[in-house]
């Protein structure tokens, strides 16, 4: 006996206000069931929004508001702090193209925080222009971030 499988309905979620933590939240449940070989950029559109029909089966609910991710980082950003994203995503990009061709890091010698020298990222055109922050490296696969080592 043959059985026809019946279309699965689709779920209508409500819209509502989603914290950055939950939605964090949800974005690491997604992560532990995402197949190893699949990167966590696919949660991010081209614009660095997020695509929340992929994370909505975690939040239960569809977002209000825009979040943005970093493609290179994976931090979150209100929209108000978009423009964090694209800083991050570029001069993470410079710092890795400057570690491959000098084998160094962009910082200046001894500098125990690690800050991100742009001069240095500057004489080898890798940004056009300066960020109105500062980065600092990590010891994490020398990912960059804003927070200012202690």
């Given at each position: ?29 997604f ?75 962009p ?43 202690e």
């Amino acid at each position: 006996m043959w059985f026809k499988k019946q279309p699965k309905e689709d779920t209508k979620y409500p819209q509502r206000d989603i914290s950055i933590k939950e939605l964090q939240q949800a974005i690491q449940q997604f992560e532990q069931d995402l197949p190893s070989h699949i990167p966590l950029r696919v949660l991010i559109n081209e614009d660095r929004s997020l695509d929340y029909s992929l994370l909505t089966p975690f939040l239960k609910a569809i977002p209000n508001q825009p979040y943005y991710m970093s493609k290179e980082t994976y931090e979150l950003f209100p929209e108000e702090e978009k423009h964090l994203a694209v800083a991050l995503d570029q001069v993470q990009r410079a710092v890795d193209q400057y570690i491959l061709q000098t084998n160094t890091l962009p910082v200046i010698d001894y500098d125990p925080y690690r800050k991100v020298n742009f001069f240095k990222l500057e004489q080898l055109d890798l940004i056009d222009q300066r960020p109105d922050i500062d980065f600092y490296i990590t010891d994490l696969e020398n990912l960059i971030t804003m927070e200012k080592p202690e």
